[in-house]
């Protein structure tokens, strides 16, 4: 923008009102009475995102029933209609919004922008797309997105050929200069940061002219099961996938076939609901609940009861209750020690649950976490101790020890999860005030809704 010596400051509608009338925040209401409350949720932001790449590589049109309708599937829809997609909104036949069908580009084009948001799926999977596009594509998301790391994805497409800038040195602002193909082949990176890097590169493979054999070269690998996702949802495409060993996974060139996808509700974002029936007493129960899945919240079922949670499912619903009170009026809560290195996502509520204990929890496997869309150990550390806490940082997790709790300001953060997080203190402790509780519209722009349904 050319910005002259005699230009008038940009209009800004809110400018004034900001000045005078500070945000007060979102005061997290408390649990009044024991909760009894059956909720419905929105589509998996992970699945909704995978099958919006897929289908927008496939061979013909895609329809995704119930997808999510959130910051980040929107700023995945954006990203992919900027480089030729098609996308019609369609009359929901279920869910939180409309389904939708996309309908590939004959051919990929680059020559644009693409807006990350804060969104790791958007930063990490489309640049293997903008390489199959002819024309150069530039990626930029908000300032926090600026601070994830993306060397993984950046030094893999390097690999394969692929010409980018990154000024910045593995991050956020770069350039992909797309020819329209990617060779393909033997490609090692370091996932440890991510397993991003690794489903972003075999989301794009199967359209590789000689396909890839992707190796992981460091220590650890985070959230193993979002690999597995990824490779389940590709199979469902007819693509070939082999992962011969860990860390090694090979997919075979060829046509990604069009589907229609039914989405599974996001069993992530039952975490801050599931966990409010043990803090408030009562139960919550989340119908839509998957037989099989490849999505971790899954693992809710099995890590809840770990901290004295009763969890009984019933055809398609989950229900988890909480334990006995005590003898003294506690919730019953038990401390866990738990290696959470496949579920970081999950961390962040599982720290406010274990904040409420009768004793300490220690969670391990999570130095990944810091990468999130915030440093997630720095920001759980900084906001329970605010309000007197007692949680420590260890190097890959955070230890917490149970403390009288006080009423005080909660910081998001940008972080949707950390918005959540502070709703479930508030939950038992008068007076804790959300600073952006809009931060939960990156994967569910329904959260307070839900979240008074749920204590009505
Ligand atoms: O592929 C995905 O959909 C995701 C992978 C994980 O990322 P990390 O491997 O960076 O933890 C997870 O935490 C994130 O919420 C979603
Ligand atoms: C880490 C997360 O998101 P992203 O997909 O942006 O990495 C998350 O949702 O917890």
């Known amino acids: 923008m050319l910005i002259s010596k005699y230009s008038e400051p940009e209009f800004d509608p809110y400018g004034d009102r900001r000045e005078t009338e500070p945000d007060p925040g979102w005061l997290a209401p408390v649990a009044e009475k024991a909760l009894d409350s059956v909720l419905a949720l929105p589509g998996s932001k992970s699945l909704t995102n995978r099958e919006l790449v897929l289908a927008a590589l496939a061979d013909g049109p895609s329809t995704l029933h119930a997808p999510l309708w959130s910051r980040d599937s929107e700023l995945m829809i954006d990203a992919l209609r900027a480089l030729g997609t098609s996308f019609e909104r369609m009359p929901a036949t279920g869910g939180f919004g409309d389904d939708l069908r996309v309908i590939p580009a004959d051919e990929l084009l680059g020559s644009t922008t693409i807006e990350c948001g804060l969104a790791g799926t958007v930063m990490r999977f489309v640049p293997p797309v903008a390489a199959l596009a002819l024309g150069p594509t530039t990626f930029d998301g908000d300032e926090g997105a600026r601070r994830r790391p993306m060397g993984g994805s950046i030094d893999g497409l390097r690999a394969l050929g692929v010409d980018l800038d990154d000024d910045r040195r593995g991050a956020l602002p770069f350039t992909v200069h797309g020819t329209g193909r990617i060779e393909g082949g033997t490609v090692e990176l370091d996932a440890s940061a991510s397993s991003q890097f690794v489903s972003g590169l075999l989301l794009s493979a199967a359209r590789f002219e000689r396909g890839l054999d992707l190796r992981h070269t460091g220590e650890r690998l985070p959230s193993l099961p979002h690999i597995e996702m990824t490779i389940e949802t590709l199979r ?122 009768d004793g300490p929890s220690t969670f391990t496997g999570i130095g990944h976490i810091r990468h999130h869309e915030t440093d997630r150990l720095a920001a759980l550390v900084a906001e329970l101790n605010g309000l007197g806490g007692d949680v420590r940082e260890l190097d890959d997790g955070l230890q917490i020890v149970p403390a009288p709790l006080h009423g005080g300001p909660w910081r998001a953060y940008a972080d949707h999860r950390m918005a959540t997080t502070g709703a479930i203190v508030g939950l038992g402790v008068d007076g804790v005030i959300v600073d952006d509780i809009g931060s939960t519209s990156k994967t569910l722009p329904q959260f307070t809704a839900l979240w008074e349904q749920m204590l009505a």
């Open 236 to 357: 469902q495409r007819g693509i070939e996938v082999a992962s011969p060993e860990p860390g090694r996974w090979i997919v075979e060139p060829g046509p990604i076939r069009a589907v229609d996808v039914a989405i599974e509700p996001d069993l992530s974002n039952a975490a801050p609901f599931l966990v409010a029936a043990l803090v408030a007493g009562g139960s919550v129960s989340i119908v839509g609940w998957p037989d099989t899945t490849t999505q971790v919240g899954a693992q809710l079922e099995q890590l809840l009861p770990r901290f004295g949670a009763i969890v009984e499912r019933a055809g398609d619903r989950l229900t988890v209750r909480a334990p006995e009170r005590t003898a003294d009026g506690g919730r019953g809560i038990r401390g866990a020690d738990l290696d959470l290195s496949e579920a970081g996502e999950l961390v962040p509520n599982l720290v406010a649950l274990a904040a409420f204990a």
